[in-house]
């Protein structure tokens, strides 16, 4: 009896671990979907800027951005800070690539430059308690969402190039192209990365994407030519070669 009493003692220690450790994996699940699907609404807010009203888009989408950091990415951070939060990657992982891309979304449509792992993990910081360990986006769900920012880059391009902005279309192309090519260099190398190297395959359909879109305004650039009746140079229409004029 005295043997089974030592051995029920530190069992049911590991009983309660682990029951804990589920509970914190659903809240955390719970958290990362609503960190994914408010992250979406940012992107979808930056698809809806033009040329006409970018900067108002942009601010809305900023402060978008700052609810989602202040409500839905700071229960993650109270759930993990300070715990071995590696054990409970695959939970909050989906979260967290789908905020570095909206984050480096819109900071790109803002000011053309990628936003760096290490600015992102600066906004997380005044979430986190200064006694305990803070919670950092790691460096692979970094390059995951940084994967997946091409996809949008691939539609705003399409849509830049609608609205005539082919400056712009062009510098998302070397945008994309960069990201690619760099990322082409590190991929190989690193461990644990069938993820990557799965998102690696849609990110070079997107690049070609773009690259084929603007080629195909420059090589036929006498098709976009402004709207017929319309006093805006800025307005095109693509396809009005059969129109007789």
Known sequence: ?????????????????????????????????DVTMNSKKVIFQVHRMS??????????????????????????????????????????????????????????????????????????????????QPLQINILDYLLGL?????ELMRLAIGRISDGELEFAQKICRFARDIYRELTLV???????????????????????IENACFSVHVRGSEYIPLLGSDDPGSFLVGVADIEL
């Open 1 to 33: 009896m005295a043997t089974e009493s030592a051995m029920k003692a530190p069992f049911t220690k590991y009983v309660e671990y682990l029951n804990d450790l589920n509970e914190k994996r659903e809240r955390v699940v719970k958290a990362s979907r």
């Open 51 to 132: 040329k006409y009203n970018k900067e108002e888009v942009l601010e809305k989408a900023e402060k978008d951005l700052a609810a989602v950091t202040d409500q839905y990415v700071s229960r993650l951070v109270k759930e993990l800070q300070g715990t071995d939060f590696w054990k409970l990657r695959r939970a909050y992982s989906p979260g967290i690539q789908e905020y570095v891309e909206a984050a480096t979304f819109c900071g790109f449509c803002k000011n053309g430059t990628l936003l760096t792992l290490d600015e992102i993990n600066n906004t997380l910081l005044p979430l986190n308690d200064p006694s305990l």
């Open 147 to 151: 994967a997946d920012l091409t996809g």
């Open 187 to 209: 991929v190989p190398h690193m461990d644990d990365s069938h993820d990557m190297k799965t998102k690696m395959e849609t990110m070079l359909q997107s690049v070609m994407k």
